[in-house]
């Protein structure tokens, strides 16, 4: 955990008293919507279909339970009781009143959490790997770095009105869940041949209206030079970023349009230009920002307890607990996934009961400590394997233990219609629909891996472009009508899908995917084969004439 | 649905209201024919000429301190006179979502 | 429009001139990239400070050369939205070297003020008098700050260091 200090606590209290004055200002009319807007957006405040939506940031995903009841809290006190987390390690309230919000932004300041940045063309909430600082074979802690990007981004003088919204992740294992690759700056941690420790730098990342994967600019930036290099970055965007027409504003467009060498030579010119500005790391800052953050003091426990041994003939544990459990780099420990994609509810929303059980849970069994992750589930990150069994209990009975991570019903979907103004059609109802066609976990498994992403428009918040199975709301004469793309994913390997065919009515996407599922059992050549491989393997044509025959 | 944020020009073609929501609270409200917002679509003020809707819809932009994103939304005049959304997008925000909220345990 | 220098309201002794408008025989001017462009050294001759209005898109490399006998250099915020004149202005300070008058013009609210000095600015046409009033309060808002810039402040990573280094000291 990163612990605030004085500094950092002084300046969100100076913020929330800057939106405290803008938010009176406004309902004084001193402030026109025109002017406003931009100002609550920079707080997290976005108008939406049916109120105002706060959306908070949890950086690089990591929460303590103090700060999780906090936002419980928040759900109960200004809100409706519940709370959605999004693709992008934040959480929203869908509900919350402009005249309350500074009482909520001071309540969440106190336990050191706050939402600047969390929307607006400015640089968002840097996330990063949920699973960071306990996924074995990690190069290094990325939050270090993370929180390194936040603090430097954050409230910036230079870059707080650039062309587009601008989003940065960062990755250290091998294994990719940060989704670095469809980022506007997307970072992975390694080592060079002399074993210096720096990023591999990918810029031009996004989904949207105009998807790009995002490419190398630099294949290795030290540590120490890290900041400089996304001032660069930034400067030349800020600079020559497209600001007249906002669907070619992002980076990627401006990447695209110069090419990634004619990008990279710019970036480096001005890179050169910068000289020593004081944002050179050396190993002092780099510490002093490490040594903020604690660690566990794990004890020394057997690989496979007592307690594990016992519970292996319990076949609901035993399926939770391969499909929900992962390893951890220390002995006897492992990482919980909490699944928040209960069969038929909406994903990725809790209760704030349930945030105020699940903080309960990780101060009895995981340090006080939880993480959030892009796919829209927690995580328990420091369970000793010998409270899994009494942790499985406690979380099946908040409706917790779904065993469906990675599966098909463990579905990313953005709000939709259900909240969104800039959506055209509904998410939410098509993942319930989902989740009851998949219902039973026997089936789920044997289909293995599979993504499903649902967005609501071409905005892509549900990350479509990405999913294996990619599911995108569209408007056709005052109808819901949804394409559907396969083969896409966000991982190390990040691909964009392929349109299987002609759109679908709401009422038919269900037997759609259901089609799709079952084409991929037919044809893959072995159980092991994901759907993605297969569909890298035959390509979309075979799935799609088994899939439009009959149609 | 084409996000309403979008309006450009204005041509109506059957009968309309002007919504949007409220400052304070961001609740949806509904333009009345006395220059006031209402949360009640059944005490909006229903237009059915361009001219009309340009007019409602201007002096209801006027209104920056009300209500925020005023736009004009498309409603269907059921017998008795009930005023009921035209359309799915409107639906929603008339009776808010349609999905179950609770998270089931 | 009121003018915010040295953190108070102030008269402008700069007067806009238009492309095409005749120049006034002494005091200050301000005059467009272009004007200032197609002529320097004749604007640069007569009596009375010449200050350059420098749009947003325009690279600095023409105006560079000029930066030290410039009495003003007015950046340009087409609207608030637009961020562009925060780059111009940290690279005129802090790689050019620029010290004269920078000042801000356009749409510019009081919310603003807080980067536009962080960025190097210190004149301000404000465009709503409350705004200007506000200034002094205004800027006094943050005490922390996490960047570097050219305007001096401590970092907090710096001051997180120095205080570091004093407790050791001290033990």
């Known amino acids: 955990m990163y612990a605030y200090d004085e500094l950092d606590r002084t300046l969100i209290n100076e913020r929330v008293s800057e939106f405290r004055d803008q938010v009176k200002r406004r309902l004084s009319g001193e402030l026109t919507e025109d002017e406003f807007k931009i100002l609550r957006l920079q707080n997290g405040v976005y108008l939406q279909l049916h109120a105002y939506m706060f959306r908070v940031a949890i950086p690089y995903g ?9 936002l419980a809290h928040v759900a109960r006190r200004y809100d409706r009781g519940y709370g959605h987390f999004t693709t992008r390690q934040n959480i929203q309230f869908n509900w919350i009143k402009l005249a309350e919000l500074p009482d909520a932004l001071a309540d969440l300041a106190e336990v050191g959490i706050h939402a600047m940045q969390t929307s607006g063309n400015n640089m968002r909430n840097v996330t ?5 600082g306990v996924a074995p074979g990690e190069i290094e802690d990325p939050r270090i770095w993370s929180e390194i990007i936040r603090q430097h981004t954050t409230l910036h003088p230079e870059f707080s009105f650039l062309p587009r919204k601008f989003k940065i992740a960062i990755t250290a294992a091998e ?6 690759k469809i980022h506007d700056i997307g970072l992975r941690l390694h080592k060079n041949a002399d074993g210096e420790t720096g990023f591999e ?49 992002r980076i990627k467009i401006l990447v695209h349009e110069l090419g990634i060498e004619k990008f990279a030579k710019e970036v480096d010119e001005e890179w050169k230009a910068m000289g020593d500005v004081g944002l050179t790391l050396d190993h002092t800052a780099i510490e002093e920002v490490r040594s903020r953050f604690s660690y566990p003091a794990y004890e020394k426990l057997p690989h496979m307890p007592d307690e594990l041994k016992q519970a292996a003939h319990d076949k609901l544990f035993e399926r939770w607990r391969k499909n929900s459990v992962s390893a951890h780099k220390v002995q006897g420990y492992s990482i919980v996934t909490l699944s928040l994609k209960p069969v038929g509810g909406p994903p990725g929303d809790a209760t704030a009961e349930q945030m105020d059980a699940v903080a309960d849970l990780a101060d009895k069994y995981s340090f006080g400590e939880i993480r959030v992750g892009h796919e829209q589930n927690l995580a328990l990150p420091h369970v000793a394997k010998r409270d899994l069994p009494a942790l499985f209990k406690a979380l099946d009975r908040l409706g917790l233990a779904t065993p ?65 199975i990619g599911i995108l709301g569209v408007e056709k004469n005052g109808e819901e009508f949804y394409q559907i793309t396969i083969g896409g994913r966000a991982d190390e390997n990040a691909q ?9 009515p709401y009422a038919e996407v269900a037997d759609v995917i259901e089609d799709i599922v079952e084409a991929y059992l037919a044809l893959r050549d072995r159980p092991e084969e994901l759907f993605v491989d297969t569909v890298k393997r035959l390509g979309v044509e075979p799935i799609r004439e088994r899939v439009y025959a009959t149609r | 649905m084409t996000s309403p944020l979008e309006q450009k020009k204005i041509r109506i073609t059957g009968p309309s209201v002007v919504t949007a929501n409220r400052t304070w609270d961001g609740a949806v409200v509904y333009r009345t024919a006395k220059q006031g917002w209402s949360t009640e679509l059944a005490d909006s003020a229903v237009v059915s000429t361009s001219d009309d809707a340009r007019a409602l819809l201007a002096e209801a932009t006027a209104d920056d301190v009300g209500a925020v994103g005023p736009y004009i939304a498309p409603v269907e005049l059921k017998d008795g006179g009930n005023v009921k959304p035209g359309n799915l997008r409107e639906q929603i925000r008339a009776k808010g979502v349609t999905i179950d909220l609770q998270v089931p345990a | ?21 005749e120049l006034p025989g002494d005091g200050a001017v301000l ?61 005129l300070r802090e790689r050019y070297g620029y010290d004269g008058e920078l000042r801000a013009t356009g749409q510019i609210l009081r919310d603003q003020f807080v980067f536009m000095t962080r960025a190097g600015f210190d004149a301000f046409e404000v465009k709503k008098d409350a705004d200007a009033d506000a200034f002094a309060q205004t800027v006094k808002r943050y005490s922390v700050f996490y960047q570097p810039t050219g305007d001096g402040r401590v970092t907090a990573l710096n001051r997180r260091m120095q205080l570091r280094h004093s407790e050791s000291a001290g033990q």
């Not at chain 3, 429009?1 to 408008?21: E, N």
Request: charged share 20%.
């Open chain 1, 128 to 132: 990063s790997d949920q699973w960071a």
């Open chain 1, 201 to 249: 730098v990918l810029v031009g990342g996004g989904l949207g209206r105009t998807p790009f994967i995002a490419k190398t600019i630099k294949p290795f930036v030290s540590g120490r030079d890290i900041l400089g290099y996304i001032e660069a970055i930034l400067r030349v965007y800020n600079q020559y970023g497209r600001r007249d027409n906002i669907y070619k504003a």
């Open chain 1, 62 to 70: 990591t929460l303590s339970s103090k700060q999780l009841r906090r």
């Open chain 1, 175 to 180: 294994h990719d869940r940060a989704a670095i």
């Open chain 1, 404 to 468: 469906n991570v990675n599966l098909v019903t463990d579905i990313i979907a953005c709000p939709g219609l259900d909240y969104c103004s800039l959506a055209n059609a509904r998410s939410i109802p098509i993942a319930q629909e989902l989740t009851r066609r998949f219902a039973n976990h026997d089936t789920a498994d044997l289909i293995g891996r599979l993504h499903i992403n649902i967005s609501g428009c071409i905005n892509a918040c549900g990350h479509h472009h990405v999913g294996h």
């Open chain 3, 1 to 21: 429009m009121p003018l915010v220098k040295q953190g108070r309201l102030t008269t402008d002794l700069f007067v806009h001139v238009a492309d095409g408008a």
């Open chain 1, 496 to 504: 964009l899908g392929t349109l299987i065919g002609p759109a679908v």
């Open chain 3, 31 to 91: 005059v467009t990239a272009e004007r200032f462009l197609a002529d320097p050294e004749a604007l640069l001759r007569r009596a009375g400070k010449v200050g350059v209005i420098w749009p947003n898109n325009r690279n600095l490399d023409d105006l560079v050369p000029h930066l030290d006998r410039l009495a003003s250099v007015a950046l340009v915020f087409p609207t608030f939205r637009d961020g562009r004149a925060y780059s111009q202005a940290r690279l």
